[in-house]
């Protein structure tokens, strides 16, 4: 059956009506599609910049805590100088009142003369040379000659040599020298110093960890004592 120009018009609105439709349903599909790729692209993007945001705040975290443990330890290291600063500043003090304390023994005869004895032997045993030469303060040369004179016999004895002891006249120790003798071998080559001071620094040093221990404790930090 043959359709008029009424009928046509009308299936071509109809068809015109159906095409919109369609294209708006289409539109609205695309729309919805790039609403949802868009909202997942923006998600994924914040997530990044978040996560950069994190990894950029924990490095700086990691940062400072590295900052305040070099800081700690820095201070910790200042504090433990300045303890130790401290502790060798009393030792030193301690010394040298001790060293003040020498010219006590020397106002005492009797003590003084027995001590050049004992160090003057010490000292021609350890050279246990033919000829030594003995240095002493310019006020003690007669307490020295008797000590020395009292040393030979017993060195002879002890070291089955002979010696020949020669007092030095024209090179002496100081005379604000706490006191004792320095020995040398006829060539001057080996000396051996066993003025007051001499021997107090070497008591000093052997006996320097027992005086540190009886003044600030054990050191916590050594693990073997000898």
């Known amino acids: 059956m043959a359709l008029n120009d009424i009928d046509v018009q009308k299936r071509i609105k109809h068809m015109m009506a159906f095409i919109e439709q369609e294209a708006n349903e289409k539109a609205e ?11 997942i692209e923006k998600g994924r993007l914040v997530q990044t910049q978040r996560l950069k945001i994190m990894e950029y705040y924990e490095k700086k975290e990691k940062q400072i805590e590295q900052q305040k443990k070099i800081q ?28 003040l304390r020498l010219s006590q023994i020397v106002e005492d005869p009797g003590v003084y003369q027995g001590m050049l004895y004992k160090l003057v032997l010490q000292a021609l045993l ?21 000590a020395v004179q009292k040393a030979i016999p017993e060195y002879m004895t002890v070291s089955r040599k002979r010696v020949k002891v020669q007092m030095d006249r024209e090179v002496h120790l100081a005379m604000n020298a706490a006191g004792g003798v320095e020995v040398y071998s006829g060539n001057q080559k080996i000396k051996v110093s066993n003025t007051l001071e001499s021997r107090l620094d070497l008591l000093a040093q052997e006996k320097m960890p027992e005086i540190r221990k009886a003044l600030f404790g054990a050191n ?6 000898i």
Not at 29 to 39: G, L, T, V, Y
Not at 73 to 88: D, F, G, H, I, K
Not at 220 to 225: G, V
Request: proline share 5%; net charge negative.
């Open 29 to 39: 599909e695309i729309d919805a599609k790039a609403e949802e790729e868009f909202n």
């Open 72 to 99: 700690m330890s820095t201070v910790r290291n200042q504090a433990r100088l300045e303890v130790l600063r401290a502790q060798n500043d009393l030792v030193s003090e301690l010394l040298n009142d001790a060293k």
């Open 126 to 146: 350890r050279l246990l040379e033919p000829v030594v030469i003995v240095r002493c303060r310019p006020q003690d040369h007669f307490l020295v000659e008797h």
């Open 220 to 225: 916590p930090n050594r693990k073997f004592f």
